[in-house]
């Protein structure tokens, strides 16, 4: 019998991975776009507001988590691989919340409002400053790339459980 991760834990786990993947293809799409035009002010909304719902989501997923013991890890995984995917889960976490705040506090340093679905306005995170701005738009880049990276590792670790050692890792999520 697969032991599963709780279906809260399994559902915001999804959430957030497709969140994150529409983000983050929002942000390449409108980083590609020339120029000021209503249709890429539209774009970059719906990425602020994708960056907001992930925010929250993995608030949640964390308070979850922390609530709600996973499975455990296959016996017969090394030692070392519990704990590259005890760091990763880590890193995963802290990404997951430095990469939206990153952008809700780059909106700020221009002095642009995040207003979350365009109904909840959310207060600046700091006081509008040009000059520090570009440094926060560059980390939230780096950020931004190095979590699709790490979950594009999580995911092929994942499929390399399932395809290759045959253990049941990834059935646990599904």
Do not use: C
């Not at 017969?76 to 990153?102: I, R, S």
């Amino acid at each position: 019998m697969i032991i599963k991760y709780t279906l809260p834990a399994r559902l915001l786990h999804w959430l957030v991975a497709l969140g994150i993947i529409a983000a983050f293809a929002l942000g390449l799409t409108t980083d590609s776009m020339e120029g000021f035009s209503l249709q890429k002010l539209k774009l970059i909304n719906y990425h602020k507001w994708l960056g907001i719902t992930v925010l929250g989501l993995v608030a949640i997923r964390l308070l979850w988590r922390l609530s709600h013991r996973p499975p455990e890890l296959p016996a017969q995984m090394q030692p070392w691989e519990k704990q590259v995917a005890h760091y990763t889960h880590m890193l995963l976490y802290v990404l997951m919340f430095a990469v939206p705040l990153g952008g809700w506090l780059y909106s700020s340093a221009k002095g642009f409002p995040v207003v979350w679905l365009g109904l909840v306005e959310l207060p600046n995170l700091m006081d509008k400053n040009e000059e520090l701005a570009g440094t926060i738009k560059f980390m939230h880049k780096i950020g931004a790339w190095t979590l699709v990276l790490l979950a594009v590792a999580h995911a092929a670790a994942a499929l390399k459980h399932h395809f290759i050692q045959k253990d049941d890792v990834l059935k646990r999520m599904l």
